[in-house]
C-alpha cells in the first residue's frame, strides 16, 4: 500500500528544472510535517527539505538553499518541491515522507538516517527518480 505518492521525475539537463509533488493515498497532509529526502546510490537518504504543518518553518539542505523551494497546497492536499538550477549532483531518487510532529521531523530533516530512524518516519512515498545530467 503506497500512502504517499510522488510525481514530477524525470531527466533534465544541467540548469533547468522540475517540480516535484507529493500527494498523500487516504488522509490529509495538513496535520503532518512534510518532507523531502534523497538518496543516491550507495549513499543514505538524506534531508533535503522540510516544512512544517503550518508552513512556519521550513529547512533546507545547504546545497540545496537559494535553488530549492518547498511548499505546501492544503486545499490541494499536495506538498512540491520545486528545484531550479539543477545540477548533477542533485541527481538522486527523491522520497516523500509526512510524520506526526513538526520539532522532530525538522531535526530529522537536517540529517541522513539511520535505516532505524527511516523506519520512524509515519509516512514515506515509493521515490521519484531525478536525473540530472547533459
Known amino acids: 500500500q503506497v500512502q504517499l505518492v510522488e510525481s514530477g521525475g524525470g531527466l533534465v539537463q544541467p540548469g533547468e528544472s522540475l517540480t516535484l509533488s507529493c500527494a498523500p493515498s487516504g488522509f490529509t497532509l495538513d496535520v503532518y510535517a512534510v518532507g523531502w529526502f534523497r538518496q543516491a546510490p550507495g549513499k543514505g537518504r538524506e534531508g533535503v527539505s522540510c516544512i512544517s504543518h503550518n508552513s512556519e518553518d521550513t529547512y533546507y539542505e545547504d546545497s540545496v538553499k537559494g535553488r530549492f523551494t518547498i511548499s505546501r497546497d492544503n486545499a490541494k492536499n499536495t506538498v512540491y518541491l520545486q528545484m531550479n538550477s539543477l545540477k548533477p549532483e542533485d541527481t538522486a531518487v527523491y522520497y516523500c515522507?509526512?510524520?506526526?510532529?513538526?520539532?522532530?521531523?525538522?531535526?530529522?530533516?537536517?540529517?541522513?538516517?539511520?535505516?532505524?530512524?527511516?523506519?520512524?518516519?509515519?509516512?514515506w512515498g515509493q521515490g521519484a527518480q531525478v536525473t540530472v545530467s547533459s
Open positions: 515522507a509526512a510524520n506526526w510532529g513538526d520539532q522532530s521531523f525538522l531535526r530529522r530533516c537536517a540529517m541522513t538516517l539511520s535505516p532505524d530512524q527511516e523506519a520512524r518516519i509515519d509516512y
